[in-house]
């Protein structure tokens, strides 16, 4: 064979030896754990990192879960709502700190003392009632962020107040997650945390992650789908905790003017963010505020993409998700930039 053909022929060689290769790579298999935690069940997924990586992650979970649980009495958050002050453990204390911060940020729409509101309406019992006007009325005078205080580690309440840390603590926990993962050198990770989805990186082969956003009227379908590589995509939806009265739904999500589950015409709100403490600030506080105030507050900021559900059924996302957000067959309507 002459040499020019002998190359030729060695470099076809190659060539379909590395395409055979590319098709038969070992795949990575993902490490997976499915449990129960923050009154929800999480699944996490990784894709290689150090071996420990997984139980890390859960026993991380469930270290935050200890410290923040309203239910769990020996939480830094219930032995504060039961001495009026406490010394926090410093991650606790840093959560508080944050999440007083973004109380301000979206004036009031999330706010941290609602709790004793919450209780009133047995979401945190499953006692579910309509309290009388008078009770939300009395109750209201106990909610108020601004008068938290939190000196260093220290934390206090004004008598008759209690906080609630649950509209940011999964979402708190998810940045933790990923954080801890990267350390251990995990580079793809999907964390289900209930409504709170985070994730790590892009899918092993290099795509995006694809999350479905749920169908409020209908939570077994879904509306659309975002395409996300490091993200968290956090929802608040009236359909995930709520009770019927006299043909009247109540969910979990209060507004703190009324003392009341807010009806601002919204039925879920997804948020898209690389903080997920801030897409679950934010997926609670923009569905307080609606969809033309939350719309409003996105034009202000334009640091986190968002996908507004109404209870009439009509989708409308944030100009940023134009490309990275599939409907599912519904009229979506876009956003526009200021
Ligand atoms: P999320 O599912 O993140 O929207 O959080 C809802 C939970 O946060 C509820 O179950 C309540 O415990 C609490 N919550 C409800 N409404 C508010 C509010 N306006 N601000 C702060 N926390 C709230
Ligand atoms: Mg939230």
């Given at each position: 064979m002459s040499k020019p053909r002998l190359l030729r022929a060695l470099s076809a060689a190659l060539a379909l030896c590395l395409a055979l290769c590319a098709g038969c790579a070992p795949k990575q298999e993902p490490e997976t754990d499915t449990f129960t935690a923050m009154d929800t069940v999480m699944t996490l997924t990784l894709y290689?990192?150090?071996?420990d990586a997984l139980a890390a992650a859960k026993d991380r979970v469930l270290e935050l879960e200890s410290r923040l649980s309203?239910?769990?009495?020996?939480?830094d958050v219930s032995v504060l709502n039961r001495e009026g002050t406490a010394v926090l453990a410093p991650d606790t204390a840093e959560l508080l700190r944050r999440a007083l911060e973004l109380c301000a940020q979206v004036d009031g729409a999330l706010?941290?003392?609602?709790y004793p509101v919450v209780k009133a309406w047995g979401f945190t019992t499953g006692d579910y009632t309509v309290p009388d006007g008078a009770v939300i009325a009395d109750l209201l005078?106990?909610?108020?962020?601004?008068r938290v205080r939190l000196e260093g580690d220290t934390a206090s309440l004004p008598a008759g107040a209690e906080i609630d840390l649950g509209a940011v603590a999964k979402g708190w926990t998810g940045d933790q997650l990923a954080a801890l993962l990267r350390e251990k050198g995990v580079e793809s990770a999907l964390l289900e945390l209930g409504g709170n989805i985070h994730t790590v990186?892009?899918?092993?082969?290099g795509s995006d992650w694809r999350v479905a956003v749920r169908?409020?009227?209908?939570?077994?379908?879904?509306i659309g789908v975002v395409s996300v590589a490091d993200k968290a995509v956090v929802t608040s939806g009236g359909y995930e905790r709520y009770f019927e009265e006299a043909g009247v739904r109540y969910w979990h999500i209060m507004d703190p003017k009324t003392?009341?589950?807010?009806?601002?015409?919204?039925a879920s709100v997804t948020v898209v963010a690389d903080s997920g403490l801030y897409a679950d600030a934010l997926s609670t506080a923009l569905f307080v505020m609606g969809r033309d105030g939350a719309l409003d507050y996105w034009r202000a900021h334009r640091d986190f993409e968002a996908v507004l559900v109404a209870e009439d059924g009509s989708v409308t996302v944030t100009a940023g998700l134009e490309k990275s957000f599939t409907p599912s067959g519904k009229r979506v309507l876009t956003a526009a930039d200021p």
């Open positions: 290689g990192g150090e071996p309203v239910t769990d009495p020996n939480s706010d941290v003392t609602i005078t106990r909610v108020d962020y601004t990186g892009s899918k092993p082969d169908d409020p009227a209908d939570p077994e379908g879904y003392g009341a589950p807010v009806r601002s015409g919204l």
